[in-house]
Nanobody
Framework: QVQLVESGGGLVQAGGSLRLSCAASGRTFHNYPMGWFRQAPGKEREIVAAISRNGGRTYYADSVKGRFTISSDNAKYTVYLQMNSLKSEDTAVYYC?????????????????????WGQGTQVTFSS
């Protein structure tokens, strides 16, 4: 079992930046593909970014491409989401997740159904 804990959320103004962190414990996570998702009020959870287990491949939703960067530090069992040029539409609860059922794939995954370990979420709120 892998436990995931997000941190780094908060209030942000237009054009601001935040870095979210997702710390893993339990079974080592660096063998697992990871992803960041978000859910805004009244909307479905959506993929933001994903990274392969070795960090070599990444995926970004069109809405964040060029502004967000996903990365991982296997030595610290942590995955990050650097968010720059934040906009009001980025307001949401952000979740990190892991696909722990895949041990040897070098792919990233965008379908939330494939993710079986989830953090509790961290709130990012746009402040005008």
């Amino acid at each position: 079992q892998v436990q995931l804990v997000e941190s780094g959320g908060g209030l942000v103004q237009a054009g601001g930046s935040l870095r979210l962190s997702c710390a893993a414990s339990g079974r080592t996570f660096h063998n697992y593909p990871m992803g960041w998702f978000r859910q805004a009020p009244g909307k479905e959870r959506e993929i933001v970014a994903a990274i392969s287990r070795n960090g070599g491949r990444t995926y970004y939703a069109d809405s964040v491409k060029g502004r967000f960067t996903i990365s991982s530090d296997n030595a610290k069992y942590t995955v990050y989401l650097q968010m720059n040029s934040l906009k009001s539409e980025d307001t949401a609860v952000y979740y990190c997740a892991a696909v722990t059922t895949v041990l040897y794939s070098e792919l990233y995954y965008v379908n939330p159904v494939l993710y079986d370990s989830w953090g509790q979420g961290t709130q990012v709120t746009f402040s005008s």
